[in-house]
Structure formats: C-alpha cells, structure tokens
C-alpha cells in the first residue's frame, strides 16, 4: 500500500540553534488515523509544519502525498500539497465578521477557480452546495447563516472542520482540535474528526496532549520525548502506563 507520510532520519533544528528533534522515521499508510503526542514542547507541531513543508527541515528526507523532497518542498509541489490536504488548528482562524457559510468556501482557497470563495455570494452555485453538505457533516447546517464571531468555541472549531473537509482532502492535519474546549465540547470535535476521517478514508494525523484524545480516536499513537519518536504503535497496543511516561520528564 502506498504511503502517505514517510520521512526517513529526519531533524529539524530552529535556526536559533534550538535541536526540537532528530532520527525520526515514519511510515502512515492511508486511513491511518494517527495520535501525535508529547509534552509541551516535544515538537509536535514542529514535525507536523514540516511534514507538510510549512517549515524547512534540517536533515533528511520526506515523502508526503507523492511529494519527495529535503528541507523544503519546491513551489509546485507545495501548491499540490496543499490542494490535497486539509488543515484544522487550535486557534481556528475563522473570519468573525464573515458568515460560517462563507467561512466554509474559504477552504476553497488555493483551489483552482478560487478568488471566488472570498465571498458567498460570488462562489459557485456547486460550492455553496457543497458547505451546505460539509455542514450537515459536522451537524452545524442551522448556522450556516450566523456570523463566525456568535459561535461558542465548539462550533468554531466545527466549521473549521467543515472548511477543511470542503477541499476534499487526502491528508487532514490537526494541531490540538480541542486543546482549548472544555472537556465534553472537546470530545465531541474529536469524534466528530475521527468519524469523519473513516467514513470518507481520509488520512488523519492530530496532535494531542491529552491522553483520552489518544487513545479514544485514534489507531496509532507515535510519542516524541527528549527529541526522538519515544514509541510508535497501534493504539490498542499502548497502556496508560507508557502514555504516561510520555510525559515524565
Ligand atoms: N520559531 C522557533 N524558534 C526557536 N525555537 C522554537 C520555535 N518554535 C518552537 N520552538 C521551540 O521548539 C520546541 C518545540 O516546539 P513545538 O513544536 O511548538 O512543541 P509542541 O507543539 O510539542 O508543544 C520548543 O522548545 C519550542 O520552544
Ligand atoms: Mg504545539
């Protein structure tokens, strides 16, 4: 089966002389819905940026969605990087004065076609469909009309996942969905995410400082401690015991 993710002897160190990690060797198959964990500051979204090219990398090589490349991927590669993956942050990014609808078509942005989506009114008829349907994904097509800046925080990240889910995406990378939601918000993004990504064979990879959040919606935990991959495993496989060394100093 094809790979998804695969990097070979990889490290990156900051260009202030900051080591964030090194030797780090990964495989993610398809459908692989993967936990990233580690303490504040293992890296974690160090090795996301530069797995999908948003940083350079120091040494060795990766190979996402096709895409080989050292340090940097070129220009075009990363123009198709990006139309082929999705992106869900902690801070979610959303235009508050903006409706979710349009909000939505914003994940149409980079795609061919796309100066369109920087308002509802001038996307295609299709594309408004099209978040009206990623809406009803993430249960949200009531609010389709409500300016982002009224949603409470889990709806926030709701419509950042329906705009990262309107690219259609292969690969869909987030850096700690419901690391700012209270408990029981959170777990609902996580399993709205999780679902989502098997129901439509999307490749998920997610950081999380949470043990609950690894264990619960993923099929694989990778852990990074003191600047190497500390274990990487099927999640069934993984005791609390060692998800709590993780984060022993
Ligand atoms: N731009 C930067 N320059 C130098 N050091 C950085 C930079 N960004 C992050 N770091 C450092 O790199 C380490 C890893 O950070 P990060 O990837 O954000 O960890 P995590 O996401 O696991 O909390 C931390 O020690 C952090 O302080
Ligand atoms: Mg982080």
Known sequence: ???????????????????????????????????????????????????????????????TLGESFSSTPSSAQLYRLRRQIGFVFQNHGLVGRQSVLTNVIHGKL???????????????????????????????????????DELSGGQAQRVAIARALIRRPKLLIADEPAASLDPAVGRDIMKIFSDLAREHGITLVYTTHDMEHALNYSDRIIALKAGEVFFDLPTRDVSRAEIDNVFQG
């Open 110 to 148: 980079g795609l061919p076609g796309s100066w369109r989506a920087w308002h509802h009114s001038l996307a295609q008829g299709n594309w408004r469909e099209e978040a009206m349907q990623v809406l009803s994904e993430v249960k949200l097509s009531e609010k389709a009309k409500s300016r982002a």
């Open 1 to 63: 089966m094809q790979e998804v993710i695969r990097t070979s002897d990889l490290a990156k160190t900051y260009p202030n002389g900051k080591s964030v990690f090194a030797g780090v060797k990964l495989s993610i198959s398809p459908d692989q819905r993967v936990a990233l964990i580690g303490a504040n500051g293992a890296g974690k979204s160090t090795l996301l940026k530069c797995l999908i090219g948003l940083l350079p990398s120091s040494q060795g090589e990766i190979m």
